[in-house]
């Protein structure tokens, strides 16, 4: 089973920043969070992982709570094209390496 | 880097029949793994291969399926017999051996057995 929890659905303006929310309660120390969608009709796709500091690339933020209980990731100003289902993972560092997802959090940008 | 391709994108098919998908992963990736993902759900796992070496497979991979990568570059999923149930979209991913679980999936090939 998935050891994330994430909201099925949100929706977000145009141009404003998307803010995800992951609940991870259970993580343990050697376990970090990654971050990856998939936009309709396409495979997944990697964004963006992190274990206990915030860490940000060219498409988002990851802020994982000082107790790692949770994360946010934070797309800063969200387009039509960031519509997607997001999945939150937990994975141990240098692992076989199978990626378990939950349902996901649905994002909607509209106009 | 021309990602990783799975082939065919579409296939329909009659309960009964056999089917075969390919999977070419990124070239200096030297583990491939197979997911399936059903409507409205997030991919599953299946199996996965470092270099030629089948190291894990899932429940789900019933003793109709069989997952092959012969020479350690493309993989082949087989699947014997199809059923129904086995309509899904079958996804591919690979990565290489850093400790970095950063897969790169293909487009995916969606399986229709009437």
């Known amino acids: 089973d998935a050891k994330t929890t994430q909201p099925p659905s949100m929706d977000c303006a145009e141009g404003r920043a998307a803010n995800l929310p992951c609940n991870h309660s259970?993580?343990?120390?050697?376990?970090?969070v990654y971050w990856y969608r998939q936009i309709h009709s396409q495979g997944p796709q990697y964004i963006i992982h992190g274990l206990k500091n915030n860490e940000t690339n060219e498409m988002a933020s990851l802020i994982i709570t000082e107790d790692r209980k949770s994360s946010t990731l934070i797309l800063p100003h969200a387009t039509l094209r960031d519509t997607a289902v997001y999945y939150c993972?937990?994975?141990?560092?240098?692992?076989?390496?199978?990626?378990?997802f939950g349902q996901g959090t649905e994002l909607s940008v509209k106009p | 880097d021309t990602g990783v391709s799975q082939d065919p994108r579409h296939k329909i098919t009659k309960r009964g029949q056999n089917v075969t998908f390919r999977c070419d992963p990124i070239?200096?990736?030297?583990?491939l793994y197979w997911y399936r993902q059903t409507l409205g759900q997030g991919p599953e796992f299946l199996t996965y291969f470092q270099n030629e070496a089948q190291l894990e497979k899932s429940r789900l991979l019933s003793d109709r399926f069989s997952a092959e990568r012969p020479k350690g570059s493309f993989s082949t999923l087989e699947i014997q017999r199809t059923e129904q149930g086995d309509s899904a979209m079958y996804l591919c991913?690979?990565?290489?051996?850093?400790?970095?679980?950063?897969?790169?999936f293909g487009a995916g090939t969606r399986l229709s057995v009437l």
């Open positions: 070239s200096e990736h030297n583990r």
């Open positions: 991913a690979s990565r290489d051996s850093d400790g970095k679980n950063i897969q790169y």
């Open positions: 259970t993580i343990s120390g050697n376990e970090y």
């Open positions: 993972i937990v994975d141990k560092y240098n692992q076989g390496g199978k990626l378990i």
